[in-house]
């Protein structure tokens, strides 16, 4: 077998037993080249299981949105693996098939700012997320209104993103990377242009939804006032991660 068929077959392979709903092994990651090199990123291995709400700590510069961009299959890796419910979907810069259409369907994305489209509104802004991925307009729009609920912003469903305060426009963001049941939430710095009450009432969200849904939920935060929230607390620095607090209820068996 070549190398190219053999890694399409792996591709394919879901590993046998509850699969982890993430794992990254040794993800590194260098950009530029010669002097103008950057190791952004060395070895960085995680596990998290379904439910499990993980924070990600670290300075500025340390690594985090390159690790989140690689788990969350935007930005890949110059090595190391990525399995997503026990599917490998990235090995270095090779990648399964289909990769934007496994994207879409497995994993939400959350950014700093809320990235709601300008001129939809709040509604249209979730509603768009589940047309893309096929589902039909009647389906699309009541499940609009459950995650609207869901997150406590259902009266703003009309109104433009301008016309919402911050917090409600991350409340929306959370339902856009919620409506197609990711079962991967990857959150970026999501409180970082919210007040403390409002930034926490964010992560409660994120934990929330982590285990009622059993979705696995990684949110990169400098906000050490939220972490009571969290199952599990990893941290990068100069690249390198490392798990500085774990839940019994998540601790790995081995
Ligand atoms: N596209 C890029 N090209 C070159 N260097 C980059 C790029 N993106 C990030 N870096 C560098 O990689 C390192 C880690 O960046 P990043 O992952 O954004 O850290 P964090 O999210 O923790 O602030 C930094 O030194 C940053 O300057
Ligand atoms: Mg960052």
């Known amino acids: 077998m070549n190398q190219t068929s053999q890694l399409e077959t792996e591709f394919q392979q879901p590993t046998s037993g509850t699969p982890l709903a993430i794992e990254t092994e040794r ?29 990600l700590l670290g300075p500025s510069g340390s690594g985090k949105s390159t690790f989140l961009t690689a788990v969350g299959l935007i930005n890949p890796p110059t090595s190391g693996r990525v399995s997503i419910g026990g599917q490998l979907v990235l090995d270095g810069p090779a990648s399964r098939t289909n990769l934007r259409t496994f994207r879409r369907q497995h994993i939400g994305f959350v950014f700093q ?9 709040a509604g249209e802004n979730v509603r768009i997320a589940m047309e893309l991925n096929g589902e039909s307009v009647r389906e699309s729009t009541a499940r609009t209104m459950e995650l609207l609920e869901y997150l406590g912003v259902a009266d703003r469903a009309e109104n433009l993103p301008s016309m919402l305060s911050g917090g409600q426009q991350q409340r929306v963001a959370v339902a856009r990377a919620l409506a197609n049941r990711p079962s991967v939430i990857l959150a970026d710095e999501p409180t970082a242009a919210l007040d403390s009450q409002r930034g926490r009432q964010v992560m409660e969200l994120f934990a929330r939804v982590a285990h009622e849904t059993q979705a696995a939920v990684i949110v990169v935060t400098h906000d050490h006032r939220s972490l009571d929230v969290f199952d599990t607390h990893y941290e990068m620095e100069d690249g390198r991660l490392r798990l500085t607090k774990s839940s019994p209820q998540f601790a790995n068996v081995s």
């Open 113 to 121: 700012k809320s990235n709601l489209i300008p001129f939809l509104t």
């Open 27 to 55: 993800l590194t990651k260098v950009y530029g080249s010669g002097n103008t090199e950057v190791v952004a990123m060395q070895a960085a291995s995680m596990q998290v299981r379904r439910g499990e709400v993980v924070a």
